[in-house]
C-alpha cells in the first residue's frame, strides 16, 4: 500500500471552522510535507516539518509530526472557502535515493 | 510563481498513437519527476532523474519512457498510446531545497 495514507478520505465542514487531516506513513523520513492541489491541477508545496520537528506553524497552518507512530497531521483553523482543494502528505524527498511518495490525499470542502 | 511548465495541458488523441508530453523548468533544478494521477486520487511516480543522462523508473510500472539530455527538459513518451493510458501525468522539479514545483499537469485521453 502507499507509503503515506491520509485520514479522513473526504472533509466537509462550514466556513470559519478548523480542518483537520492525518497521514500515516511506513517508513523512516528525514521530513514530511504537505501539499495542496486545487481540481485539475499541479500541486502546491505548503509547508516542511522535519523528522526532528514536533510542531510547526505557517499562517492558519499547523502541522504536528509524531515519528514515534509514523503519523502527522494538518490543521488549517478559520477555514475559508478558498481552501477547498485536496491535500497530500508527501515523504521521500531529497533522500538519497530521490524517490517520493504522496499519501491518497484528504478531499476538502469548505462551504460558505 | 513556479517556473516549471508542461504541454499541453490538454490532449487527445487514437489508440496507437505516439505522443510526447512535454516538461520544461527554468530554475535550474536537477532532480525532476513524472507523476500518474487518476481524477481524485494519489500520485503515483513514474519515473525521475538525478540530473542529465539519468532516468530511473519510479514505482508505478509504466509503458512511458523519458529522456534527460538537458537540465532544464524532461520529456515523457508513450511510443503507442491505449485507452489505460487516459490519466492526468504532472511533473515536478526540485532544487537544493526540499520543496518540490509542480506543473500544472496534462490531462490525456485516449479514444
Known amino acids: 500500500s502507499q507509503q503515506g495514507e491520509e485520514d479522513p478520505q473526504a472533509l466537509s465542514i462550514q466556513e470559519g471552522e478548523n480542518a483537520t487531516m492525518n497521514c500515516s506513513y511506513k517508513?523512516?523520513?528525514?521530513?514530511l510535507q504537505w501539499y495542496r492541489q486545487n481540481s485539475g491541477r499541479g500541486l502546491v508545496h505548503l509547508i516542511l516539518i522535519r523528522s526532528n520537528e514536533r510542531e510547526k506553524h505557517s499562517g492558519r497552518l499547523r502541522v504536528t509530526l509524531d515519528t514515534s507512530k509514523k503519523s502527522s497531521s494538518l490543521l488549517i483553523t478559520a477555514s475559508r472557502a478558498a481552501d477547498t482543494a485536496s491535500y497530500f502528505c508527501?515523504?521521500?524527498?531529497?533522500?538519497?535515493?530521490?524517490?517520493?511518495?504522496f499519501g491518497d490525499g484528504t478531499t476538502l470542502t469548505v462551504k460558505p | 510563481e513556479a517556473d516549471i511548465y508542461q504541454t499541453p495541458r490538454y490532449l487527445v488523441i487514437g489508440t496507437g498513437k505516439k505522443i510526447t508530453l512535454e516538461c520544461s523548468q527554468t530554475?535550474?533544478?536537477?532532480?525532476m519527476y513524472w507523476y500518474q494521477q487518476d481524477p481524485g486520487m494519489e500520485l503515483h511516480l513514474i519515473h525521475y532523474s538525478y540530473g542529465v543522462n539519468s532516468t530511473e523508473k519510479g514505482d508505478l510500472s509504466s509503458e512511458s519512457t523519458v529522456s534527460r539530455i538537458r537540465t532544464e527538459h524532461f520529456p515523457l513518451t508513450l511510443e503507442s498510446a491505449r485507452p489505460s493510458h487516459t490519466s492526468q501525468y504532472l511533473c515536478a522539479s526540485l532544487g537544493v531545497g526540499t520543496e518540490a514545483f509542480f506543473g500544472q499537469g496534462t490531462r490525456l485521453t485516449v479514444v
Open positions: 517508513t523512516s523520513i528525514n521530513n
Open positions: 530554475m535550474g533544478h536537477d532532480k
Open positions: 508527501a515523504t521521500g524527498f531529497n533522500t538519497n535515493a530521490g524517490k517520493s511518495t
